[in-house]
């Protein structure tokens, strides 16, 4: 197929070697790329028994089909394998040059396996790859090891993806950076690399497949980017990125506040009307978008420009924790990005441990200092104690699930799904969100359960995917689930989820791109597919369906805002998703039959016998 180079690159850092693995048309096709791809990858390599951080785990990077090509908003990249912090599939994904670069360089995605005995890192130039000493860039933050290698390798067109200090300490939410402060940040993959000693992947080229109709991927990249121009939400994301949903969230009650136990904040110094008017703001785009919804704060302390906080960010070390000082938030978003650790998880396990220390589960011994709602210096503190893993910091970068298990705590009190910290978007607020979040691949992901996009306006005319009453459970898991599908279908092809373009654009595009035009049902079965594989990874580490849940503190009603008194019918969600999915509601896993039909025979072998 056009659009690929056809090839991975296969690293075993054990014996210090690289070769290439081809990729068949077939397998394109199947599983056209990114996480998808990568979930094939790992499904065929990993040992079900063995540690997520044992050499043998396989680490991928993919892109997709779109990358390098003129299409707008596609430098996208997968990171995947088995996650650290849940023991199940994990998957991350990050935008920026770094994707165009490593595609570039003449490979189509990594598999990293294997342990380097010493610390290293992946050079990789136009069709070579070299595997380099790291030891000078152990323990540097990853803003520092991107631009030390950088200046080692005297090519400053170079972009590179590296771990901070918490990938190198096995933290097991620590993430991935590339490009300053772009982050592959959920699912601890960042724990992953730093197990096998890898630092960094150094990527320069600007190699490009061939496309199947070049002229006509020229045409349609212009219209997309047109109508991308003129769409009014993308307006909005350029202006104040993803913190324009602020004063939405609230008006819905979709942002948490107080660990979940609250859903009505002052909102004003989290919008991105505030972050304008209060500090130096400067776009920044991933390459090929017109829009730039990444934010550099310029001159945040006298000679220091910061990345800006993320919506995700901002309510996790905000409202979560009843936290109103923007520049504490700040603060903490850069030294998780310094640092590399996913600021979701260690937001929510921060507010988790304030909300034990009133209930006096934690006190002044066990923490080192009180530890009160709304005090940004404790969090500040709490956060560098978790990169350090100083006292009470070792438990919370464990994560909440592990902390209420250590604590002698119900699991439900932990605000994760398989083991993932839940995203500041609230199940209660969408029904269609509760089933995502509580069937998500890797846990709650807010990237693949955006339900309220759909809710707000944002239907799949395809798909027949169309608001609904926001707050009704009946009738919402199979549109959920659809939607859920496209995603994951976004994150095969490395295609940004602020994109507002339509299925059958993406069904042309691939056409154009690759030389196989889909019809939008052919991407949903596509979708289906990535879904049904990625399940069958963790349902061979044990997932069954007692993790397909919401914990009961992000599930039970609460006392006011928008959807006061209401929450999601899970009972009626699981049994109308499992039903669209051909979900064995018992085991959890794929049916026997749907995995044939999705041409899954050899896992429906593998999960069945025959
Ligand atoms: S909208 Fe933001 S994340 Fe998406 S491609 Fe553009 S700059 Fe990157």
Redesign the pocket.
């Known amino acids: 197929m056009k659009g690929y180079h056809g090839r991975f690159l296969e690293v075993d850092l054990s014996g210090g070697t690289c070769r290439d693995l081809p990729l068949d048309d077939e397998f394109c096709q199947k599983y056209i790329g990114g996480a998808t791809m990568a979930a094939a990858l790992v499904y065929e390599r990993m040992d079900p028994a063995s540690d997520p951080l044992a050499p043998e785990s396989p680490l991928v990077m993919a892109t997709g089909p779109f990358v390098g090509t003129p299409l ?5 990249y997968a990171v995947a394998g088995i996650s650290p912090l849940s023991g199940f599939w994990g998957e991350a994904t990050s ?2 040059v770094f994707p165009f670069r490593l595609k570039g360089a003449g490979w189509d995605g990594i598999i990293f396996s294997g342990r380097a005995e010493a610390p290293v890192y992946l050079h990789l130039g136009e069709g070579e790859a070299e595997i380099r000493d790291a030891a000078g860039l152990w323990g540097r933050d990853s803003y520092e090891t991107q631009e030390a290698i950088k200046s080692e390798l005297e090519d400053d067109q170079l972009s590179v993806a590296c771990i901070g200090p918490a990938g190198e300490k096995l933290i097991r939410y620590a993430g991935i950076m590339n490009d300053k402060g772009r982050a592959a940040g959920r699912c601890g993959l960042g724990a992953l690399m730093g197990s096998k000693n890898l630092k960094a992947v150094a990527a320069g080229g600007k190699l490009r497949p061939q496309l199947a109709d070049a002229a006509k991927a020229a045409e349609l990249a212009k219209q997309a980017a047109a109508e991308i121009k003129g769409n009014l939400v ?1 307006l909005a ?1 350029r202006e104040y ?1 993803t913190l324009m949903y602020t004063d939405m969230a609230l008006t819905l009650s979709d942002a948490p506040a107080k660990y979940f136990s609250k859903n009505v904040f002052g909102v004003e110094p989290f919008t991105g009307q505030a972050l304008r008017q209060n500090y130096s703001v400067k776009n ?3 390459r ?7 934010r550099d704060l310029k001159q945040f302390r006298p000679g220091v420009d910061v990345d800006g906080p993320e919506y995700e960010t901002m309510v996790a070390f905000g409202p979560l924790c009843l936290n109103e000082d923007v520049d504490a938030i700040i603060e903490a978003n850069h030294l998780c990005n310094q640092q590399g650790i996913d600021t979701i998880s260690a937001g929510v396990s921060i507010a988790y441990a304030i909300h034990l220390y009133e209930q006096g589960v934690l006190n002044l011994n066990d923490v080192g200092f009180a530890l009160n709602w709304g005090d940004a210096e404790a969090i500040l503190k709490l956060v560098r104690m978790i990169c350090e893993q100083e006292g009470i910091g070792v438990l919370l970068s464990q994560g909440t699930l592990a902390m209420a298990r250590a604590l002698g705590r119900e699991e439900g009190e932990a605000a994760q799904v398989k083991g993932l910290e839940m995203p500041m978007h609230e199940g209660r607020a969408f029904h269609g969100l509760a089933i995502s979040y509580a069937t998500g691949p890797r846990g709650a992901c807010h990237l693949k359960g955006d339900y309220y996009n759909v809710e707000l306006g944002g239907m799949i005319l395809e798909y027949l995917i169309l608001p609904g009453e926001r707050l009704e459970s009946a009738g919402k898991a199979e549109p959920a689930a659809k939607y859920q599908s496209l995603k994951d279908l976004y994150d095969a092809l490395t295609m ?4 507002p373009i339509q299925v059958t654009q993406l069904c042309q595009m691939l056409g154009a791109v690759t030389g196989w035009e889909p019809t939008p049902e052919d991407l949903l079965a596509a979708g289906d597919r990535s879904m049904a594989i990625k399940r069958a990874v963790s349902n061979k580490r044990g997932l069954g369906s007692q993790h397909d849940t919401l914990p009961a503190v992000c599930r039970e009603a609460l006392a006011e805002g928008s959807n006061a008194g209401v929450s999601p019918d899970m009972d009626t969600l699981l049994s109308e998703y499992y039903a669209y999915r051909g979900w064995d509601p018992e085991t959890g896993r794929p049916g026997q039959d749907k995995l044939i039909e999705l041409g899954l025979e050899h896992v429906a072998k593998d999960l069945y016998g025959g």
């Open positions: 707008p908003m596609v430098s996208r935008g920026g993308s994301f990125g920044y785009a991933c090929g978008c017109p829009i730039g919804c990444g940004c989820k602020f994109s």
